[in-house]
């Protein structure tokens, strides 16, 4: 691994499951070790809300526990853990905002692909997960420059 090339780190559901410390280190090094990078982690947020309360229950109950639930509480949460842990940039944005700035045509392909008798549900769910990103160094490669 070169760790001097342009770097794309990908985590998906993966943090919530380790307790911040640990999920604080391994976004540490990952800043430290790469020079260029980009990091996008697609995960919980709002979970402090009813809803999420519901879901931190009902994983609970399945014996799946969240360790580092308390680092998911809210979209400025999940950007504070990637600026605190040495990314120079972070943005996020939860996956209802994302999937309404979708052009209208794609919306329409993706409901057809399956009935959706339960958007209400979809919706909730959909502001209860989140995609941040951050970035390092990269400004010749434009790393700074993607917003949403």
């Known amino acids: 691994m070169d760790t001097q090339l342009p770097t794309l780190l990908i985590t998906e559901c993966v943090l919530v499951y380790m307790t911040p410390e640990q999920s604080a280190n391994l976004i540490k090094w990952a800043a430290s070790v790469f020079g260029t990078a980009m990091f996008i982690n697609y995960e919980q947020v709002n979970m402090d809300d009813r809803f999420g309360q519901i879901m931190i229950e009902n994983l609970r109950r399945r ?6 639930v308390e680092t998911c509480k809210s979209l400025d949460s999940q950007k504070e853990r990637l600026l605190a842990n040495g990314w120079e940039t972070a943005a996020a944005v939860n996956m209802m905002e994302l999937y309404s700035r979708l052009p209208q045509t794609e919306v329409s392909r993706i409901e057809s692909l399956e009935f959706l008798d339960e958007l ?3 919706e909730q769910l959909m502001r209860h997960y989140c995609l941040c990103w951050a970035t390092k160094g990269g400004s010749e490669l434009g790393l700074t420059e993607i917003t949403f």
């Open 63 to 68: 014996q799946c526990d969240l360790a580092g």
């Open 120 to 122: 209400e549900l979809l």
